[in-house]
């Protein structure tokens, strides 16, 4: 029996030597804090818990919901005109079961084989991975530092640009936990306009910004919706990953194929995720405040404490995430991630797994609490790895 082609490319090998490691170093006794997959460890909010289970509870809503309820697409429409000013109507939302599945599904509406996707490098793997499985050449726009990780899009080729059908694009960014300001969307909608890209914008992290600062929406752009969709996730705004609650809003042409794939491959969201949905969506933003806090502190915490250690890592923006530059006797990001798992228990990522400019990097998720990251830094202070 043989798998496609498509399956050889497609590996989470990084991740399986990762969690190998971590199972060898505590069957040995030893602590383990693992800084590596973006879980969140923050409890839910209750409310939405409540209505959950409420509504689990009534026996007709485990019939096919088939299509989002009227009730969800207005919540998400009333949730973007408060929170972004931003104006959708009813054929210019859809939900997604995740956004993880919806990159998979967009790509698989909106192209051919052959036709040329660009994406961010280093860039979130399904970025890439749902273009390729639609049959997408990938072409790399690298995310670097002297650039405050932003796509320099006069560095893009012009013959690629010609031909490209489709952008991937994400901030606040995982993994360089970056944030674009409002400039820099501008000349996104004007570069998309100009050779007729169709874009997709990952806003997953639009809450998570730091600093007094405030997340925007790609769609507040004059012109963004006739170029473009843009994904939001509830996955770490609400920390309820489980549930797998996202949204599409944007372009009705993009939104359009996109329901009519979906038609084909699922039967619409649980119908208690669509209530907890709408309760979250009506609340204050009182848990959202609490949820970015948390990883506000812990991002000071940990950053702040490498500092005063000697790994010297730059503030992060935004994102639940810290993407910290390995040390100088370094020059493999895998070599350096192996040996602070052996010699510290910490576990980050390998910034190369994200792509070729990910080397030289690690990430590093803030789901440990308070006391672990102290710990953590500890650890790393009393090991040779800085030395």
């Known amino acids: 029996m043989n798998c496609s082609r498509k399956m050889e490319a497609l590996s989470s090998a990084i991740f399986t030597k990762l969690n190998d490691k971590k199972l060898e170093l505590i069957a040995s006794g030893k602590e383990v804090i693992d800084f590596s997959i973006g879980t969140p460890d923050i409890p839910p909010d209750k409310k939405v818990v409540e209505v959950l289970q409420y509504e689990t509870g009534k026996i007709e809503n485990y019939?096919?919901?088939?299509?989002?309820?009227?009730?969800?697409?207005?919540?998400?429409?009333?949730?973007?005109?408060?929170?972004?000013?931003?104006?959708?109507?009813?054929?210019?939302?859809?939900?997604?079961?995740?956004?993880?599945?919806?990159?998979?599904?967009?790509?698989?509406?909106?192209?051919?084989?052959?036709?040329?996707?660009?994406?961010?490098?280093?860039?979130?793997?399904?970025?890439?991975?749902?273009?390729?499985?639609?049959?997408?050449?990938?072409?790399?726009?690298?995310?670097?530092?002297?650039?405050?990780?932003?796509?320099?899009?006069?560095?893009?080729?012009?013959?690629?640009?010609?031909?490209?059908?489709?952008?991937?694009?994400s901030y606040p960014n995982n993994p360089t936990a970056s944030t674009a300001p409002r400039e820099f969307y501008e000349e996104l909608v004007c570069f998309a306009k100009k050779y007729d890209i169709a874009v997709l914008h990952d806003n997953a992290y639009s809450e998570l910004v730091f600093d007094g600062k405030v997340g925007g929406s790609f769609l507040e752009i004059e012109g963004a919706k006739d170029i473009g969709i843009e994904f939001n996730s509830f996955s770490k705004t609400y920390s309820i990953p489980g549930c797998r609650i996202a949204f599409a809003m944007g372009n009705k042409y993009m939104i359009k194929q996109l329901k009519t794939l979906k038609s084909h491959v699922d039967y619409g969201m649980f119908l208690p995720f669509q209530k907890a949905a709408i309760k979250a969506l009506s609340s204050p933003s009182d848990y959202i405040d609490i949820v970015r806090n948390t990883y506000e502190t812990r991002r000071n915490l940990l950053i702040n404490g490498l500092n005063k250690i000697g790994w010297k890592i730059d503030m992060t923006a935004g994102s639940m995430f810290v993407w910290a530059k390995i040390p100088s006797k370094y020059e493999s990001s895998m070599k350096f991630t192996i040996d602070l798992m052996e010699k510290t228990g910490v576990i980050v990522v390998p910034g190369s797994s994200f792509g070729d400019e990910g080397e030289g990097f690690v990430r590093m998720a803030l789901v440990q609490d308070e006391e672990h990251i102290l710990k953590a830094i500890e650890s790393i202070k009393g090991s040779d790895i800085l030395k």
């Open 63 to 169: 019939k096919y919901a088939i299509s989002d309820s009227e009730e969800l697409i207005l919540a998400v429409i009333a949730w973007y005109k408060k929170r972004y000013k931003v104006e959708l109507e009813k054929d210019e939302v859809t939900s997604l079961l995740g956004s993880q599945s919806g990159f998979a599904e967009v790509a698989l509406s909106m192209i051919d084989p052959g036709d040329i996707v660009l994406t961010q490098d280093p860039g979130y793997p399904i970025f890439s991975v749902g273009p390729y499985l639609a049959g997408a050449k990938i072409h790399k726009m690298p995310l670097l530092k002297k650039n405050n990780f932003l796509i320099d899009f006069d560095a893009i080729d012009e013959n690629v640009a010609k031909k490209a059908k489709m952008m991937v694009v």
